[in-house]
Structures are given as C-alpha cells and as structure tokens.
C-alpha cells in the first residue's frame, strides 16, 4: 500500500494584532531573517510577483563561498526594469526559517545573480510555495506551515 501524505488542516489568517510593531500607514517592502548555510542573512526580499528564488552574487561573497558551489543554467532574467540579466549559475542551499520549534528547514536553488541591489537574496512563489507561507505585506508578515503548526517571520 503506497504510504499518503497525511493531510492537515491549517487556517492561516491574518488580524489587527498582527499589527503590533508596524507603522502605519506605509509602502514597504517585506523583508525577512532566515538562516541560510548557516549563516544569518538579513536583508531577503519576499516578492510575490518573482517567479524565481534568486540570490545575489555579492551576498555569495560575504559567506566566502566560491563560484565552484555554482552550477552553470541557461536562462535569463528579467528585472524591474525590463532589462534581461544573466544567471552566473544556480545554487542549492540549506535554508531554515522561523525559531525552534517552530521552524522549516529545506533546500532551496536560487538563480545567482550579479547586479546592485539593496538586498541579498530574493523569496519568489517557488519558496513561497515550498514553505505553504502566506505573506501580507500590509501586515509585514510571512506566515507559514511547519511540523509544530503555524508559525510566522
């Protein structure tokens, strides 16, 4: 008998309290803390109209990692403005999110990208996806699925 994934029932949702901490009115973009390779990278732009997880060459850099760790793709990219831009490469790494116990930890590949941006790394739909996480940027709050049930960054 093949083995099924058990269902769970999780209600995600978002309320006034969730609130707490956030100055209203505003404009901003959500970003999140996570731990990425075991390094604590700040700065990661959750996006839900990028279609693709992308992480930033500089920030490649700064946790000494080698463009070895790159393996080469064969596909471009879009930018805000419109321009394409070249992947240096994918790469796969360990990411965990939230606290103990209620984290997620999993592998994600990220398009590695060179380019100025003010952030290190950018959380597409695929992560998103991956993760079961719903985001509200009114909120400034990712809410998503782990073992120990809900949790949120």
């Known amino acids: 008998m093949p083995n099924k994934k058990q269902k769970v029932d999780h209600v995600t949702s978002f309320s006034e309290k969730d609130l707490d901490g956030v100055l209203l009115p ?5 970003m999140i803390t996570m731990l990425v390779a075991n390094w604590e990278m700040k700065k990661i732009l959750v996006d839900n109209g990028s279609s693709t997880d992308i992480f930033y060459y500089h920030a490649l850099k700064q946790m000494l990692m080698g463009d070895d760790r790159l393996t080469p793709v064969n596909t471009g990219l879009y930018c805000f403005t419109g321009n394409a831009v070249r992947a240096e490469g994918s790469i796969e790494l360990l990411v965990l999110v939230g ?21 290190n790394a950018i959380l597409g ?3 998103q996806n991956l993760l079961k996480a719903i985001t ?10 782990t073992p120990s049930g809900i949790w949120e960054v």
Request: glycine share 2%; proline share 8%; no cysteine.
């Open 26 to 30: 505003h404009d901003d973009a959500m």
């Open 99 to 119: 606290t103990a116990p209620h984290q997620s930890i999993t592998m994600i590949k990220f398009l590695v990208v060179k380019g100025t941006s003010p952030y």
């Open 125 to 127: 739909r695929p992560v």
């Open 136 to 145: 509200s940027a009114y909120h400034q709050k990712m809410k998503f699925v």
